[in-house]
């Protein structure tokens, strides 16, 4: 499918004028239509519900347009908790899906009234221990190890993931919460990563809803809650084809309706926990070209680099490059798209074929709404960027302002420095 940007050479060229690049700016209509159409496609289950993996793009406003649809959080550590907190999200709309978690962030969770989501058998006593009780509401991550596998092709491999209870350890660890006094129980699993096929949420959904009916038949655990969590992934290549949700949707109900209905199971709610599906097509990393260096290679230098988009870096991630205002210009050159990193792997793209791109164009990273901004870091003292909504009716908000020096030396202010670095 051909990848166009929501974004023109003339808007930027308008935007910039009151907000310099770098920046990330999402797509508020693009962002609506998915919210929708995923709210629509598990409409058939009543206690559905949507927690946004806020860890994905932990920005207020953004995470606010979601809620309109019905979606809740789900947090990963304090910081994320207190985010939600403080944007209003109710206890009962928060999931806590943390590893290794400290003492102090169960504490958090459990004063908040989030439902807390175990990832090891061990957490259960550790969690006792932190907060004195084990909450009637219970989840426990479960991971049946080996490879993930549809229709013969491995999808991922949990067997080599730190995260989740063991088959054994899950029918362990219901049979312990419940004596301890558990009422509500909730099962998740996170299997496989950026699944680009409607087969994913289907094939997961049947492995874990067999897993209740025996959790429920052998421990008696009243489950009500099955959290099927991220996965759903998007297509960063042109030659991808996207999920369809609505089918997504519609076959997960055909599994629960052959597994979980017979057994008298048909009240349990499904969640999901999706970050990326959410927010990463509705995103770019905006960035004006600065520098052409002619060497070995063709080099195009930006004024964004990986602090502000990591995936490239990290993981080889391939992210679709539009330079605006040559949308249909022939793609008869090979660059390199770097940053500024004392770091030979900070580039966006290698050896890309783009449109011939002069010194002051604007290029348009995409897919950088989930995972993008979020994983920014501050190597080489370079600052994170703002971040920019653009509305349904075409205007632009800052949704949060781009770090400067003095938030960069926040962490010296107990030093006498600080008063030079302000
Ligand atoms: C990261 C994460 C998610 C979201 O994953 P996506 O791939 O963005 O959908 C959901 N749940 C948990 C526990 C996670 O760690």
Redesign the pocket.
Same mark, same amino acid.
């Given at each position: 499918m051909e990848k166009k940007a929501f974004v023109t050479k003339e808007m930027i060229e308008e935007i910039v004028k009151k907000y310099p690049t770098p920046f990330h700016i999402y797509d508020e209509k693009g962002i609506r239509e998915n919210a929708k159409a995923l709210k629509e496609a598990f409409s058939w289950n009543k206690g559905y519900k949507e927690f946004f %993996?806020v860890? %994905?793009t932990p920005n207020p406003f953004l995470i606010d347009i979601l809620r309109d649809y019905g979606c809740g959080c789900?947090c @990963?550590s304090k910081t994320e908790l207190m985010l939600s907190e403080a944007m209003g999200v109710e206890g009962k709309d928060i999931m806590f @899906?943390s590893n290794d978690t400290p003492a102090e962030e169960f504490e958090y969770a459990a004063k908040l009234g989030a439902t807390i989501n175990l990832d090891d058998i061990t957490h259960i006593d550790f969690l006792e221990k932190a907060i004195g009780y084990i909450p009637e509401t219970i989840s426990c991550r479960y991971n049946p190890g080996g490879y993930f596998s549809i229709a013969n092709s491995i999808m991922d491999n949990p067997g080599d993931a730190k995260y989740g209870f063991t088959t054994e350890q899950l029918f362990e660890g219901f049979k312990i919460l419940k004596a301890k006094g558990a009422k509500n129980f909730g099962i998740h699993a #996170?299997l496989a @990563?950026?699944t680009v096929t409607n087969d994913y949420y289907p094939t997961l959904a049947r492995q874990l809803f067999e897993v209740a009916v025996k959790l429920h038949e052998e421990t008696g655990a009243d489950i009500k809650f099955i959290n099927l @969590? &991220? &996965?759903?992934g998007i297509p960063y290549k042109p030659e991808q084809t996207p999920n369809d949700i609505r089918v997504i949707g519609d076959n997960v109900r055909k599994v629960f309706e052959e597994v979980l209905v017979p057994a008298g199971m048909g009240d349990v709610a499904i969640y999901t926990?999706? &970050?990326? #599906?959410m927010m990463a097509p509705y995103g770019h990393l905006v960035t004006k070209v600065l520098h052409e260096k002619h060497t070995h290679k063709e080099y195009i230098g930006v004024d964004a680099c990986a602090a502000n988009l990591m995936r490239p870096a990290m993981y080889g991630a391939y992210h679709h490059i539009t330079v605006l205002g040559k949308e249909n210009a022939p793609c008869d050159h090979v660059y390199d798209v770097t940053g500024s990193l004392c770091e030979n792997n900070d580039k966006f793209a290698v050896d890309r074929a783009l449109p011939e791109i002069a010194i002051g164009d604007y290029i348009a990273i995409h897919d950088t709404g %989930?995972?993008g901004f979020a994983m920014g870091y501050n190597y080489n003292g370079r600052l994170w960027s703002s971040e920019l909504l653009l509305k349904e009716d075409g205007s632009v908000q800052l949704i949060r302002r781009a770090q400067e020096p003095k938030d960069y030396f926040a962490t010296f202010d107990c030093f006498p420095i600080y008063e030079k670095l302000k």
């Open positions: %993996a860890k %994905a789900d @990963s @899906s #996170f @990563s950026n @969590s &991220g &996965g759903i926990e999706l &970050g990326r #599906f %989930a995972h």
